[in-house]
């Protein structure tokens, strides 16, 4: 039998004198067979380096489309015409990330690791923004806010007559904002859950407030997780495009879609340099955490609880807020669609009520996008966290270039577009062999999720590796136990908070997604993102609001029982 693992390898020793953590200037000790001096078992290096030739499809594709059109991909990239819109990209992303690093570490803390009432219901509603499409996000930040909107109409017989304009920066970097910290809430609150209490305990007995307990012990041990989310945070920011074109402004992908048929080469030109750009940015990521020190710690049974005291009510306060504007202001706005069309405002393009509107594709024939949602959601989410795997731990276990160059693939393919990805794998599945059956085949619909959304499992799946000590490797291999029996007793368990953010991460993302559904889809399959899409397109505001409250609905279920139900199993 493998003995239990210990209730932490970090006590009260591992704090300096006045308090602080010693873990932050101190070095795990090395263990045998696992230091990072030593290379990556064979086997795993193989694997590894066939994950990175498959999500360096992306990136060859457009190198062979560019070098095809070579004098207007050089001229693309060195026209000044390029760097505006570079230059609105970049600040918009480190504003958004900023703001999302903030609010998701807040969100995550204060629902794992204080007495804020009904932590557990904020718990299972704050990753809920993330299933939002930017495109329908920002359509109900214009519907709220425009002339007429629900905001005016409820807003206007109090004598309010001119509500902010929310186009350009401020409305991009609000609604950006509002949907990504998820990114960061995820892993982060994963990493709060397995944090053992002792050393936060030890720091009050010698003296430190709570907020430098926070600051010193605490941050510290997250910082590898807040790191991870908001890097996704900067990549999703420089990748969308729905937000950023219903707000009118311009960045990389506007133009990328804007010239995509007028000038392809130019597009396809943006779009190799926005792929190195992101690779650039996670290779820099990369250095900045090798720097870190590895902290090692199993949790205990239960986390601290920290008690909020006169603060309590507000920072409920503050969750009810953030929340509200994330999640229940879109669904108000949502659902307010849903009743004009009750009422035969604007249920239908036609102007018909809502009921005729769904009898033309009601609630009824909502259940076979739902539950294909689902099924592919589920599907894809196991499959990233199975391919990410074998880099996390060439990468959060040893000094691999193998790691390394796989990690900046997998996390710059999250910066393309999904319609390149899209693109690119239907390219290189109509020049396979078996083109005949591949081509708009549900493996390769999931392919697409898995390169599109791997970056979301992987540094989730990185923290959640290297939070394992080796120590308990070392005694299960002194014991015995086979390589895959440690990985399953061992390893495993206490991976699986980590894991499972990552997980939902991109179970959320894959619900969503619509570019490269709309492309590789089996024919005859259908979405919830298609079928909201599709009646968006044509007019039907309930169909599409209707459609939307479904797919918020659904993720909220799925997320509580796959991600948020699983790891309280660990509190």
Known sequence: MIAAPPTATTTAAGLSADGDAGVAGGTAPASSGGSPADGPPFGLAVVGTVVAVVFSAPLVYLAVRNGIELETTVEAITSRATLDPLRRTVTLAVAVSATAAAVGTGLAWLTTRSDLPWRRLWRTLAPLPLVFPSFVAASALLAGFARGGLLDELLGPIGVDRLPDLEGFSGAWLVLSLFTYPYVFLPVAARFATLPPSLEESARLLGRSPLRVFRSVVLPQAAPAV????????????????????????????????????????????????????????????????????????????????????????????????????????????????????????????????????????????????????????????????????????????????GDAANALVVGGFALPGLVIAFAIGYWALRSPASGWLYQSFPLLVAAYVMHFGAQSMRASQVAVAAVPRGLEDAARMLGAARWRRLRTVELPLMLPGLGAGAGLVLLSVMKELPATLYLRPIGFETLATEVWGAASEGYLARAGLGSLVLVALSGMLTWVLVVRRSERFD
Request: a positive charge; hydrophobic letters at 55%.
């Open 227 to 402: 790191a991870a989310g908001t890097l996704l945070v900067f990549l999703y920011t420089v990748s969308d495009f729905g937000a950023v074109q219903l707000l009118r402004y311009d960045t990389f992908t506007r133009v990328i879609y804007g010239s995509r048929v007028t000038n392809p080469g130019r597009s396809l030109a943006l779009s190799l340099l926005l792929g190195l750009l992101a690779v650039a940015v996670v290779a820099g990521e990369r250095l900045v955490a090798r720097r870190r020190t590895r902290i090692e710690a199993v949790r205990a049974r239960r986390p601290l609880q920290v008690p909020l005291g006169r603060w309590r009510w507000p920072a409920f306060a503050v969750v009810v807020a953030v929340l509200g504007s994330a999640l229940l202001g879109p669904v108000i706005v949502l659902g307010w669609w849903v009743a004009r069309g009750l009422l035969g405002g604007a249920g239908s393009r036609s102007g018909n009520s809502v009921v005729t509107a769904l009898d033309d594709a009601g609630i009824g024939d909502l259940v076979v996008p739902a539950a294909n949602t689902a099924v592919i959601g589920v599907v894809a989410a196991v499959a990233t966290v199975a391919a990410i795997l074998p880099v996390a731990y060439l990468t959060g276990r040893y000094r691999s270039r193998v």
